[in-house]
């Protein structure tokens, strides 16, 4: 099964982007400092208060922690909100889902621990990424965090998808260009992950393979050049990726940066291109059918394409493994036993041997 939704409009963010569909009267808008500073937001902000209250929240920190978001509803327990506009990275969207169907009566934590289903109606939410990377505006969950417990983890649910996204490549290139890269390469991760993993399909792989021939043209010319038609290239395959994550699944690096990420306070991306210097070596090791299968469908050899691979991180400097996270050797065991979700879906995985041997090839 395959389907592309919500609505997604290309091209520059303005005023009449938000004449589409009403908004209502009370507007939440979640974005960061940066953000909201810049891009001629302001603006747009004045223009929507003409006909809207507008509530707006900029302090949304890295994994959308749960405190972060239990301010906004403590703020606006008050307050009916008729629309949510997130404008930010994957965590600012994330943080925006979750509250998207929590100024109900559920608990969005009770749902974070299945203590209860997802709700079926939500708030409708706008989703206006400024990083090309996540896929979170198109996805089917929201990554958040529990500072309390150390549990990152999803609520999940088609409802959970925003309702429309802008797709502005000028924001995106706003964006340093470190972070361009590292973000870039989480969509790398998406599209390589989503046609491995068992859950994938011949739709998902397709576009998978779609989306990595965009990254290997498109990506280090959009960071190194700051060219506004690569970027928007990268930016679209990035949220179709966000598809592939609903219909597909991600592998084991993702579930290992769940745990690597909150223990060592690096970033998702940061995660991911240390952890993968180990995941795709061990794949080939293991000789695992999927990944010669993606590299023939890219018209190359499996070699070649781990070489693309090798050959995109260092012309982006993104050349490292977990050591450079500040992960000892000694914790290589205990991180693996905390891995947690569907380690399954990676057809390398047996057992905790193999998160431990795709650690140790990734240091
Ligand atoms: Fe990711």
Redesign the pocket.
Known sequence: MYYIKPVISIGKVDIKSFEQFPIGKEVLIITSKTVSQNYGLPDIFDELRKKSSVHIFNHIRPDAPFEDLDLVLDELKQVSIDTIIAIGG?STIDAAKALSIAFGDVSYKDVFYGKTPVPTTKIPLIAIPTTA???AELSFGAIIYDKDKGKKGGIRGEIIQPNYVFIDANLHNGCPIHLKAEVGF??L??AIETYISKKSNPIVRNQSVNCIQVIFQHLTKSCKENSIEDMEKVAIASSLMGIN?AFSS?CLP?RI?YVIGPMTGTS??QG?IAIYKGWLQYLYNEKIDELNQLASDLNMSTEEFLNRVNNLKKELNLDYGILKLGIDLKDIDEIASSVSGNVQADPSYENVESIINILKLAI
Do not use: V
């Open positions: 994957g990377g996540t896929g989480d969509c991760t998406h994550l991600t993702h940066q998702h991306a991911l």
